[in-house]
């Protein structure tokens, strides 16, 4: 069956420092793939997206990279602040299926 | 825009009872709205996929007669859980397919917390 998957439940990082959030996946059929970032007690808010035809896109302060050869996503915060601190998700999504299915989730606790 | 509200946020109710859970597209027309279920520390497991007048599709191991969902028009789509036991309590979250700045992607509702006694 298909899976996502983040590497660690965890990341702590100074405020201002880079964060890199991991993400794998099985379903190479998988085709649209987006970042949800939740915070306590709310619901999941969009951050960023990516089809299957890049390998990169950008928003503002945030970066998405695709691997598709390893089945591989990664979400990078540029000079991560304390308001970033959430639950951060992967989700897979496939045209025709139009459903989100979501990873286990990344807790980012950023020090000030 | 593509905002999704969801009524009530939180929600305390007896063994046995049924509680409904609204979900509402506020600023867009869904024709397809998802049901999610969320554990405390866990990820959202997808529970059903409602659609606008027709029967909702369940995930596998979803006890449609428990949760029973209800599309009645573009903008909403309730969840009942019905005869609620201590099990039941969770945060549910709705989500609505919609298109803002000309991307079609899925928006979340804020959640509703349920507890029950």
């Known amino acids: 069956g298909e899976s996502v998957g983040l590497h660690l439940p965890t990341l702590s990082v100074q405020e201002g420092d880079n964060s890199i959030i991991n993400c794998a996946y099985s379903?190479?059929?998988?085709?649209?793939f987006i970042w949800y970032k939740q915070e306590s007690g709310k619901g999941p808010q969009f951050i960023i997206d990516?089809?299957?035809?890049?390998d990169k896109r950008q928003g503002q302060r945030v970066t998405v990279l695709l691997n598709k050869t390893v089945k591989h996503l990664s979400l990078q915060i540029a000079a991560t602040q304390p308001g970033d601190s959430a639950v951060y998700f992967c989700?897979?999504?496939?045209?025709?299926?139009?459903?989100?299915?979501f990873g286990d989730g990344t807790t980012l606790t950023v020090k000030p | 825009g593509a905002v999704v509200s969801q009524h009530p946020s939180r929600v305390i109710c007896k063994s046995g009872t049924s509680v409904k859970i609204e979900c509402r597209s506020l600023?867009?027309?869904?024709?397809?709205m998802f049901w999610y279920r969320q554990f405390p520390k866990k990820s959202l497991m997808l529970m059903a996929t409602?659609?606008?007048?027709?029967?909702?599709?369940?995930e596998q191991g979803v006890e449609k007669d428990k949760f029973l969902i209800n599309h009645a028009s573009l903008t909403l789509s309730t969840l009942t859980v019905t005869s609620a036991h201590p099990e039941d309590s969770s945060f549910y979250i709705c989500?609505?397919?919609?298109?803002?700045?000309?991307?079609?992607?899925?928006?979340f509702g804020p959640g509703t917390r349920l507890l029950v006694l």
């Open positions: 600023d867009f027309q869904a024709t397809t």
């Open positions: 409602s659609n606008e007048g027709s029967k909702a599709t369940y």
């Open positions: 989500s609505a397919r919609g298109s803002a700045g000309g991307r079609e992607t899925q928006y």
């Open positions: 379903n190479s059929a998988s085709d649209y």
């Open positions: 989700a897979e999504n496939r045209a025709n299926a139009g459903k989100s299915t």
């Open positions: 990516i089809r299957s035809n890049m």
